[in-house]
T-cell receptor, first 113, second 114 residues
Framework: DAGVTQSPTHLIKTRGQQVTLRCSPK?????VSWYQQALGQGPQFIFQ???????QRGNFPDRFSGHQFPNYSSELNVNALLLGDSALYLC????????????FGPGTRLTVT | DAKTTQPPSMDCAEGRAANLPCNHS???????VYWYRQIHSQGPQYIIH???NNETNEMASLIITEDRKSSTLILPHATLRDTAVYYC???????????????FGGGTRLMVKP
């Protein structure tokens, strides 16, 4: 049973560019969340998708957007990249609503130069 | 969600029990205590959660004080592979169709030494 998978593993972009990160949830899970983890800090919640809609959002600007597909996979898009967007981007999935624990993928390391 | 306080770092000898404390003095009656850990270069891993009763699974035990203002995660026989950052998170368990974001603090960096 495959867990949460993310692609790519590493990515280097230039300031001002746009980036798309991808996530496939654990088999049977229908909810996907995205987190940003700066070096030395705990993960920060970006948003969560359920039934192809953004259900909950953290304190991130509109440059951060996402999408969930009918097969429950998800994309995170970041426009107009800033140096401060350099971080590990984590995807997590869970079944249904609030009670169930989230399973995390290995993350995508984004470096903005 | 209630704020948590954890020591920034702890050491533990291999084979001994690791006891990781967490203070959540403002916890509400409907908030659960969750523990996750993050091994270097990996995504966080769920360990255990509880409401008010002590809980045990194959990974760890969770002891919650009677007033629920603090808890302790116990790794009964720590190994070198348990070296990680451990996060204590308190949050409401919401209905099926509600969001369940996790709010991570700084966590405790546990170093298991041979």
């Amino acid at each position: 049973d495959a867990g949460v998978t993310q692609s790519p593993t590493h990515l280097i972009k230039t300031r001002g560019q746009q980036v798309t990160l991808r996530c496939s949830p654990k088999s049977g899970h229908d909810t996907v969340s995205w987190y940003q983890q700066a070096l030395g800090q705990g993960p920060q919640f970006i948003f969560q998708y359920y039934e192809e809609e953004e259900r909950q959002r953290g304190n991130f600007p509109d440059r951060f957007s996402g999408h969930q597909f009918p097969n429950y996979s998800s994309e995170l898009n970041v426009n107009a990249l800033l140096l401060g967007d350099s971080a590990l981007y984590l995807c997590a999935s869970n079944l249904g609503g609030g009670f169930y624990e989230q399973y995390f993928g290995p993350g995508t390391r984004l470096t903005v130069t | 969600d209630a704020k948590t306080t954890q020591p920034p770092s702890m050491d533990c000898a291999e084979g001994r029990a690791a006891n990781l404390p967490c203070n959540h003095s403002t916890i509400s009656g409907n908030e659960y205590v969750y523990w996750y850990r993050q091994i270097h270069s990996q995504g966080p891993q769920y360990i255990i959660h509880g409401l008010k009763n002590n809980e045990t699974n194959e990974m760890a035990s969770l002891i919650i004080t009677e007033d629920r203002k603090s808890s302790t995660l116990i790794l009964p026989h720590a190994t070198l592979r348990d070296t990680a950052v451990y996060y204590c998170i308190v949050r409401v368990a919401l209905p099926y169709n509600a969001g369940n974001m996790l709010t991570f603090g700084g966590g405790t960096r546990l170093m298991v030494k041979p």
